[in-house]
């Protein structure tokens, strides 16, 4: 009887009911599941599987039962939509679609650009500083759908689009989110990814008619940031099989990689003059933009990201460009949500947003005839570039053009406003201790922007100024004469330090300053806080002022604290919770730390594009280059933001001194080291009943917070100096890995 029952249930597993190839593929699809999956538990090939969803096959037994079973559960999962249902958009929980609300207003070496290293930062708005949306949970597999012919459509109508990944914003033209990525899936068909699990498909055959589609029917973009903004145009990032697909390369030749774009001459190029499109002056690269001129108010513009010739930097972006198109969505989706659509690289992005949350022109009231007219934006940089002053000029600018050739500046012709790279030896007293500690300081340059009034127009020259401390410039001053082991660190209370412990904070190597020299407006206040009187021999001061990066500072704090929150590291944590919340954090969601690290990124990068170098182009010095004509080129904010994250850095420092007696041992940007009997910070910083000590350091994930960058032994210390006979060796550079190489040290 037994045989009997089995071969009626092999029977009826021979005519188990299954849905048609479409609905296969569409269950399939909903999953996130691949064909290699489902042929790996189904114990078929890859071939397969792709014949029944095609309908070219159909599965036999035992694998036809088991196939029916799995399109069954699938088939309770996605449940096939409505009519009614296909048009309507998602129920998405609140707390995926929330993004930060726009304010009102807006290391190669620690000496070199910033975009190589964080300096602290100031921890002016750390109460205030709540993530702009609740931490959603990471999603395993993003939910996908497609329908027939470009139409839309989005993965099961009654289900929440997938945790953790933005959904489409609430402007109907950009209902299906900021950005795509565009690939070929295994049947040849292109779609396109969008972000909350959306997939489209694409019918475009060539690049041209995709920029058309992109345009006409796949209602991408991103809403303006700030009202007399202009909204984010749609990013389509192109995959490896959609660059062969569309007859362009999956790498770059060499040539083409050293000119940063594709020749001219290129088909593809070709293809799209003959459609009428424009490029930019950057041409064809990484990050290309087509467009036509607009016409009114309408623009059409669409931007590409092409990964695989390098757009996404893998010291920013880490692996973010190996992903799978809908883990790629989802992590780029996040970024734009929570910080702009990407322009470029994060350095481009970062000084993208300072332009979309404080545009520099608006729309004037209404004249007689009822028009309105483009005018000055209060409180923006304005649309046209302005000079810098000499001091602030980096070397090669047309206003250094008659300096004799080899001449090198000194403090007092030029502004040398740069973050920490200082070390000293270690006391005996630190020797006999058994660790050293490095703390890292949150967000640190942007954390230095917050609520920093930084010069909106041209510098106005004067001599023998009264220094204002609420007046951002260049002073031309003297601080030989303060003297650090007596500070003032509170109203009327001065401290004893040892100054020779201790850097200077006038200078990036630390060293005392001996002679006048240029400093930043946050540096010389800094002076007369320390209980010192200053006498500027001349100054560049700008009347024209503003808190012109207090939105910047918002949304990027915002972004940066939602995303720590979506990885369990929530602001409101208890010390020891915090650090323990910190190991490993990158691990509970790797996508999501990419999405950190870029931030972080965009915070540094954008801060060092007000200051951009040449960038080859035949550039000669005295000549000028093509960052000079932008609005934002201005080293002088720059140099203000980098003065005061130092300035804070020391502030500290000096705290932390004059409370403990302990000092450190090494400082590179916004990492310092202390010499410790343990081997956490909270072995050495200051607590008391929870609480930090007023004006030092504070363990946190706010920007101007500090959270542990490693520990080392003394021995280690010791012996690497020793090894490499450099006994100012600065051990913060090394503090979190231990790995000193001869390179590393210049041998």
């Not at 290293?117 to 497609?146: F, I, L, W, Y």
């Not at 795509?180 to 295994?186: N, S, T």
């Not at 692996?319 to 969505?329: F, H, S």
């Not at 005295?622 to 720059?638: C, V, Y």
């Amino acid at each position: 009887m037994p045989e009997l029952f089995d071969a009626v249930d092999a029977l009826i597993a021979s005519r188990s009911p299954l849905p048609p190839p479409a609905v296969r593929r569409r269950l399939r699809q909903a999953h996130g599941l691949t064909l290699d999956e489902v042929a790996t538990a189904l114990q078929v090939r890859r071939a397969t599987v792709s014949g029944w969803e095609s309908g070219k096959t159909e599965p036999r037994p035992p694998e036809r039962d088991a196939y029916a079973r799995l399109l069954d559960q699938l088939a309770e999962l996605y449940p096939a939509p409505s009519t009614s249902e296909e048009t309507d958009a998602p129920t998405v929980p609140a707390t995926l679609t929330a993004a930060p609300a726009p304010a009102d207003v807006q290391t190669p070496s620690a000496g070199a650009a910033i975009e190589a290293a964080d300096t602290t930062a100031a921890e002016n708005t750390q109460t205030s500083c709540a993530p702009a949306a609740a931490a959603p949970a990471a999603a395993t597999r993003p939910a996908r759908a497609v329908r027939p012919s470009s139409t839309l459509r989005r993965p099961g109508a009654k289900r929440a689009a997938p945790a953790g990944v933005p959904a489409g914003g609430t402007d109907p033209r950009f209902e299906n989110g900021p950005l795509a990525v565009i690939d070929v899936d295994d049947d040849g068909q292109v779609l396109a990814y969008c972000t909350g699990g959306l997939v489209l498909d694409v019918p475009a055959k060539s690049l041209p008619s995709l920029v058309d589609w992109t345009l006409r029917e796949a209602k991408l973009g991103q809403p303006k940031l700030a009202g007399p903004g202009k909204p984010a145009d749609p990013l389509l990032v192109l995959t490896e099989a959609t660059l062969e697909r569309y007859g362009l390369p999956v790498a770059l030749a060499d040539e083409e990689r050293l000119a940063g774009r594709l020749p001219e001459g290129h088909k593809v190029v070709k293809q799209l003059v003959r459609a009428e499109w424009k490029l930019t002056k950057r041409g064809f690269g990484p990050w290309a933009r087509i467009y036509r001129p607009a016409t009114g108010s309408e623009r059409a513009c669409v931007q590409l990201c092409i990964p695989s010739w390098q757009a996404l930097d893998t010291r920013h972006w880490g692996e973010a460009g190996q992903l799978p198109p809908a883990e790629l969505a989802r992590v780029l989706g996040v970024y734009a949500s929570r910080v702009m659509t990407p322009r470029g690289s994060t350095a481009v992005t970062g000084l993208e947003l300072m332009t979309a949350l404080h545009p520099p022109t608006r729309a004037s009231e209404p004249d007689a005839d009822g028009k309105r007219h483009s005018e000055h934006n209060p409180g923006g940089l304005g649309k046209d570039p302005v000079d810098c002053a000499p001091c602030e000029a980096p070397d090669g600018h047309p206003l250094l053009a008659d300096l004799p050739r080899f001449h090198v500046r000194g403090p007092a012709e030029k502004l040398f406003e740069e973050a920490y790279d200082w070390a000293r030896p270690m006391t005996d007293a630190e020797c006999i201790l058994r660790h050293l500690v490095g703390i890292d300081v949150n967000m640190a340059f942007a954390a230095g922007a917050n609520g920093l009034t930084v010069g909106l127009g041209a510098p106005t020259h004067v001599k023998a100024p009264v220094f204002d401390a609420k007046l951002p410039g260049s002073w031309l001053v003297d601080l030989s004469h303060v003297d650090l082991s007596r500070v003032k660190v509170a109203k009327d209370k001065w401290a004893q330090l040892d100054a020779g412990l201790l850097p200077s904070p006038f200078t990036p190597k630390g060293e005392r300053p001996e002679r006048p020299a240029w400093y930043a407006t946050p540096t010389v206040a800094y002076a007369v806080e320390l209980g010192y009187d200053v006498t500027p021999i001349e100054a560049y001061v700008r009347n024209d002022n503003g808190r012109y990066l207090d939105g910047w500072y918002n949304r990027l704090r915002d972004a940066y604290l939602a995303t720590m929150a979506d990885l369990g590291v929530h602001a409101d944590l208890p010390p020891a919770d915090f650090l323990a919340a910190m190991e490993g954090y990158r691990q509970r969601d790797p996508q999501l730390a990419i999405v950190v690290s870029a931030i972080k990124a965009t915070v540094k990068g954008g801060i060092g594009k007000l200051r951009e170098r040449p960038r080859g182009e035949g550039w000669k010095p005295g000549q000028p280059w093509r960052a000079l004509s932008r609005p934002t080129w201005r080293p002088d904010i720059r140099a203000a933001v980098i003065s005061r994250t130092r300035i804070n850095m020391h502030r500290k420092i000096v705290k932390h001194a004059a409370f403990t007696g302990q000092y450190p041992v090494a400082v590179l940007s916004d990492c310092a080291v202390y010499a410790s009997d343990g081997p956490s910070p909270l072995d050495f910083l200051p607590y008391r009943d929870g609480k930090p000590l007023p004006g030092g350091f504070k363990l946190g994930v706010n920007p101007g917070l500090v959270k542990w960058e490693g520990t080392q032994s003394v021995l280690w210390g010791e012996g690497v100096r020793e090894q490499f006979n450099a006994p100012d060796l600065n051990l913060a550079r090394y503090i979190r890995g231990g790995t000193v190489t001869d390179q590393d040290t210049g041998e």
